[in-house]
């Protein structure tokens, strides 16, 4: 590893590093019992005190999301690689989960968006 | 004694075609084990071993059509051609060449290891901001913290496989000097001693020594 190696390695660090605050603090300001979710089709927002089991219609199927517990996952995926059922339960603001070929994300910590009609 | 190699250099083009083979490859290994990872677009980034050799023995061009091509052959054989994960690998393989050419360009202390890890990090930056822009949302960028860092260490690990490659040509027909882009760095960098041109056990011809015009 030649010095201007290690400064490359140094800055991406750094990237990484720094790229955590700014993660947090872009979603700390949302509340932590309101997920927003964004479909092919729209947005719309969940409350997570209230359990219940939603259908997202995806670009290629649907994502199953599950609200209990003051938490959110997704228990079901028609992607190919269900990287979004591996991502788990979120709770915190500012954590989301993403499934790329659905196009589907799910955001902790909502603002006051009216919502849409996306979930069944 | 340097030779200009002219575009269509035969022994240039039989290499990029095998670096271009070779990213397919493992490009294909890599989307079928999926790692247990949560962050969506992060893999070994095994692929990009093809686009480094490339940009180390045929210049930032032919790097820039390995990369190309082996993200469209990759989409072909998987069948995602055309959708958002395709998008995501594209904008991330063209990321990941730009910032690479530009740092073998314009930095000349920085080793295929260096230029690796930039590669990956500019790959996974691209590809979550080409996923926020897809699904609409900021999501998939409040993932880039986690997405670097596991980017630095994949990074780390095929610079570390490239400078590998780079000091052990895989074939002597490739091992003659003057093989690398900026010429002759294969021979001057520490990690890689003066390459005799050796007869191959296996029976590959080795090519004369003699210079073409």
Same mark, same amino acid.
């Given at each position: ?120 | ?67 190309? +091509? ?70 998939? +960028? ?22 590998? +490659? ?48």
């Amino acid at each position: 590893m030649t010095r201007a190696d290690r400064i490359v390695v140094a800055i991406v660090a750094a990237l990484a590093l720094a790229a955590w605050p700014l993660a947090a603090l872009a979603g700390a300001s949302g509340r932590a019992d309101i997920a927003v979710v964004t479909g092919p089709k729209g947005v719309t927002e969940l409350r997570l005190d209230a359990p219940g089991r939603y259908a997202v219609e995806g670009l290629r199927g649907t994502v199953e999301l599950v609200v209990e517990d003051g938490t959110v996952r997704a228990a079901e995926s028609s992607c190919p690689d269900k990287l979004c059922v591996g991502q788990g339960r979120m709770h915190t603001p500012g954590s989301a989960i993403v499934c790329v070929p659905n196009s589907v994300t799910v955001r902790i910590g909502g603002g006051g968006d009216a919502p849409d009609a996306v979930v069944r | 004694m340097r030779r200009t190699p002219s575009y269509a250099d035969a022994r240039t083009l039989a290499i990029g075609a095998a670096l271009v083979a070779l990213g397919a490859v493992l490009g294909l290994v890599e989307s079928a084990i999926v790692p247990p990872l949560p962050v969506p677009g992060v893999r070994l980034g095994l692929a990009n071993l093809a686009v480094v050799l490339a940009l180390a023995w045929l210049g930032p061009r032919r790097a820039l059509e390995v990369s190309a +091509l082996r993200v469209l052959l990759v989409a072909l054989a998987a069948g995602t051609l055309g959708g958002p994960g395709f998008a995501m690998a594209l904008s991330g393989a063209l990321a990941a060449w730009a910032a690479m050419a530009a740092l073998a360009r314009t930095v000349p202390g920085v080793s295929p290891l260096g230029w690796s890890v930039a590669g990956a990090a500019s790959h996974v930056l691209a590809q979550l901001v080409v996923a926020s822009v897809l699904s609409g949302s900021v999501a998939p +960028l409040l993932l880039s913290p986690l997405s670097l860092a596991l980017a630095l260490l994949c990074g780390l690990a095929v610079g570390y496989s490239a400078r590998l +490659l780079l000091s052990r040509p895989p074939l002597a027909l490739w091992a003659r000097s003057g093989m690398g882009w900026k010429d002759g760095w294969l021979r001057d960098s520490s990690h890689a001693p003066a390459l005799p041109v050796t007869p191959c056990s296996q029976g590959v011809p080795t090519r004369s020594r003699t210079p073409r015009s």
